[in-house]
């Protein structure tokens, strides 16, 4: 089945130790993104990939980085991970199928199951 | 811009009896509206989509949702709670960002407990 892959599950890390989260996808979705989602709240996009075109948004810090090599994978990385890091990081992806020119925000997003992590 | 509140932030009800979670929206245009359920410790499933089709929308394991521009509302309902339904719903409405993407905004997401 095609679908969104994010590995791993559970991530634990130290505080201020780098850190590297992946995700991959077997649907040939040329959009990518990554959300924070901390206890209890809602999901809080960081940044997206649009093809190779990186967008981050204007709020996230610019402890986390992220890299997408080819249209399979995308990776997110917290530089130096702080106590307040620790959240759910979902990644999803999106079909344009519109067109960057025509889009209607219609394209649903496809999430993977998550990396919970952990910040000693 | 968009917006999007859950009215209720935990919903209670007996196993067998009907579900509403409650969703309203705002929206300058025509927007694209998604329930999306998640269980504990896992990623975000999409139940239901709508996307000025028709306006009541049937989706996975039994949910639909039913478009109201007049009340701006697009609620979720199930005709009879399961045990397995119990989890996080987030409603989302997508909002089309001037030069390409479409940004999900959720609202706070909506707590479902099924008792037996």
């Known amino acids: 089945d095609a679908m969104v892959i994010q590995n791993p599950r559970y991530q634990v890390t130290q505080f201020g130790k780098p850190v590297t989260l992946s995700c991959s996808q077997t649907?040939?979705?040329?959009?990518m993104y990554w959300y924070q989602q901390k206890s209890s709240q809602a999901p809080k996009l960081l940044f997206h990939y649009y093809d190779k075109d990186f967008n981050n948004e204007a709020d996230t810090p610019d402890n986390f980085q992220s890299r997408r090599p080819n249209t399979s994978f995308c990776f997110l990385d917290i530089r130096s991970p702080g106590l307040g890091d620790a959240a759910m990081y979902l990644c999803a992806t999106s079909r344009d199928s519109a067109g960057r020119a025509n889009r209607r925000g219609t394209d649903t997003q496809y999430f993977g199951p998550g990396t919970r992590l952990t910040v000693l | 811009a968009q917006s999007v509140t859950q009215l209720d932030s935990h919903v209670s009800v007996s196993e067998g009896t009907p579900v509403l979670l409650r969703c309203n929206y705002s929206s300058s245009y025509s927007p694209s509206l998604f329930w999306y359920v998640q269980h504990p410790n896992k990623g975000l499933q999409l139940l239901l989509k709508y996307t000025s089709a028709a306006t009541l929308v049937k989706g996975i394991n039994g949910f639909e949702a039913e478009f109201k521009k007049s009340e701006t509302s697009f609620h979720l309902t199930k005709p009879s709670a399961h045990m397995s339904d119990a989890a996080e719903y987030f409603c989302v409405v997508s909002d089309l960002i001037s030069g390409g993407y479409n940004k999900l905004i959720f609202g706070a997401g909506t707590r479902l407990a099924v008792h037996p």
């Open positions: 649907l040939n979705h040329n959009v």
